[in-house]
Structure formats: C-alpha cells, structure tokens
C-alpha cells in the first residue's frame, strides 16, 4: 500500500470536508469532525451531529487496483440510536446511498460538486427516513478468548 | 472492562509481520502506527465487517491479547461504531499507537 500518496488524496478530501462544515456548522450542526485511516483503510470520514439530533457522515474511500489508487467512492450515511425494552434492547435506525465515483487524479471541482452532493442529500434525511433497523451488539465486557 | 481485544486484518504484510516478528502494530507511518483493536471476538468475517463497518471482511483475526498486556488507548472511540459501506456498524473499537508483541517460540539457532 502507497501510503504517501494515498494520504495526499485523504489530504485534497479533507480541505474540501472542512470547507464544508466550516460554511455549515454554526447554522446546521451541533459537532463535527473528521477522521481518516479507521483499521488502515484508505478512507477520510466527516461526522456531524445534526440540531435534529440525528448522527450523519459522508465518507470517501479511496478505491485501489492492486497498489494503484485510481477512483473515490463517496457515500452517506445517517443514523439514530435509541433503547427499546426498557434498556434491555439498543436499536439503531439508519440510512446508506452511495453518491458517486470521482477518477484519480482528482479534479478538485469535481470532488467539491460530489462532497456537496453528498452533504445535501445526507442533510435531506430526517428521522422519518432512517427506515433500516438493526439491533446493536450487546458488550458487557468482552467475549470469552 | 474488557478481558482481551482481537485484531483484525487484511493487509497481506501485516500478517506477514505478525507471524515473522511477532509484532501486532499497523504499518501505516500516516496516522503514526495507530492500531484498531476491538474486545469483540469475531468468528464469521462478515459479521466483522458489518459490526466494524469495514469496506470489505478481515481475512486475519490477531488475539485473544489479554487487556493487561495492551498498552494504554490513544483514540477510544465513543461506542458504538457508526454505520459506513453499507454495513450498520454496532461494534466497540479502540486505538493505540504503541505496538503489542506476542508470545513467541524463538529457535536461537
């Protein structure tokens, strides 16, 4: 793995993210941040908590063909966590869509379209939207080795 | 308060790196060697991947590594893990930039 040049992406992804939650956080966002490499992938995340209340991110991979990163996949995602069974049971309800592909080398208009296409759909999505259901892994300590 | 965290893996060379060195430590100079580690033991690699919010399943799982021989968290992140690639996330995640090292049979010959 390149791990210079794939950070060099992560880096271009990163000026476009906090451009973004620059221009939006006072009005739309309680808290963001962002994060990159989460268990080596090659991926910057941005994460927001909306004043709804409701957790979103968009996130770009950095897609590779063998050691050469050739394309960007920006997806989205929103979710809400809340106890059921009088604290028994902790459901998620969430949302994913893939937004698109941008080509490396990275035209910079281009991501910032694509990132703004992403945060304007990831904003549309309210509570009411979140129409996938899991049921989250309990913890309690950890597993038996 | 967890009794042992787990690794897992895709990166052929990290794998490589823990079989000849014993060493447990991600090879990613960027983020300053950190390394993602979670208390959950996995079985089924997709149950990983969908719990982790992977882009693809860990071929590789390093552990059990009791907690008391983990050096301290860097990055704990609040659980749970949020949703990314299609998968809903769920899982407990915790980071360090120090390195682990196994328990080995040396041949000093």
């Known amino acids: ?145 | 308060m967890a009794t042992a965290y787990y690794r897992y893996i895709s990166y052929p060379l990290e794998v490589t790196q823990v079989v000849h060195e014993r060493k447990v430590q991600s090879m990613n100079p960027k983020r300053g060697y950190a390394t993602w580690y979670t208390p959950t033991r996995y079985d089924d690699p997709t149950k990983a991947q969908q719990e982790l919010a992977l882009s693809k399943p860990p071929t590789h799982r390093v552990g059990p590594i009791p907690a008391g021989e983990m050096r301290d968290f860097d990055i704990q992140q609040l659980p749970p893990v949020a949703p990314a690639f299609g998968q809903p996330g769920g899982g407990v995640e915790a980071c360090t930039r120090s390195a682990v090292w196994l328990f080995g049979l040396w041949d000093l010959w």
């Open chain 1, 1 to 145: 793995m390149n791990y210079e040049e794939l950070d060099r992406i992560l880096d271009t992804v990163e000026e476009v993210f906090s451009s973004l939650a620059n221009q939006y956080g006072y009005y739309e966002l309680k808290h963001w941040s962002t994060e990159r490499w989460r268990w080596d992938e090659p991926v910057i995340t941005l994460t927001s908590v909306g004043r709804d209340d409701v957790n979103r991110n968009i996130h770009a991979l950095t897609i590779q063909e063998g050691s050469y990163p050739y394309e960007l996949l920006v997806e989205i995602n929103a979710w809400q966590d809340e106890d059921e069974a009088e604290g028994e049971i902790r459901m998620r309800k969430w949302q994913h869509a893939k937004v698109g592909r941008v080509q490396i080398p990275l035209d910079t208009e281009q991501l910032e379209g694509m990132i703004r296409k992403a945060y304007d759909n990831v904003s549309r999505w309210r509570e009411g939207k979140l129409a996938r259901k899991t049921r989250l892994a309990s913890w309690a300590g950890g597993p038996e080795p």
